[in-house]
């Protein structure tokens, strides 16, 4: 069975777009979609993705109106997070250490829920990456 090998793009509204998208490369540096084909896209560090669906009724994402909340692994969490606050962004460290690494808590200007998640332990250990012929296509 052929499978998806990640996100190639997340595409949601926000009241002024432009703005929210500066904010996202300015505060995680995640670039925004180039203008062109000559000008690069934001490339994600290959790692483990969480995709799961969460009940309607759930308050995981916070207030009811999101039905959604972003989830980025980051290197070094300690290291974001003091950049985040020193940018005038609350963020929220879960002081729980979990099995599969360390949480905080934070949101765009929209009030979009954000988890920035720092792995450890088996989630680093990952398969080769599936380098398949595009000749049989």
């Known amino acids: 069975m052929e499978k998806v090998l990640g996100f190639g793009g997340l595409f ?15 505060h995680l540096g995640i670039t925004r979609t180039p203008p062109d084909y000559q000008h ?16 309607r009724d759930t308050s995981y994402f916070g207030a009811p109106q999101y039905s959604f909340m972003l989830n980025f692994r980051v290197a070094d969490l300690p290291a974001m ?7 005038g962004v609350s963020v929220e460290v879960d002081e ?7 949480f905080a808590r934070l949101q765009d200007p929209d009030g979009n829920p954000i988890a920035i998640w720092q792995p450890k ?12 012929s595009m000749e049989a296509i």
């Open 121 to 132: 332990g088996h989630e680093l250990e990952l398969p080769p990456a599936r380098r398949e």
């Open 96 to 102: 729980q250490v979990y099995p599969n690494g360390v």
């Open 12 to 26: 949601f509204r926000a009241r002024d777009p432009k703005a929210l998208a500066k904010w996202y490369e300015d």
């Open 40 to 55: 690069a896209y934001w490339v994600q560090e290959r790692g483990p993705t969480v995709f799961e669906p969460f009940a």
């Open 81 to 87: 997070v003091r950049q985040l606050r020193a940018a």
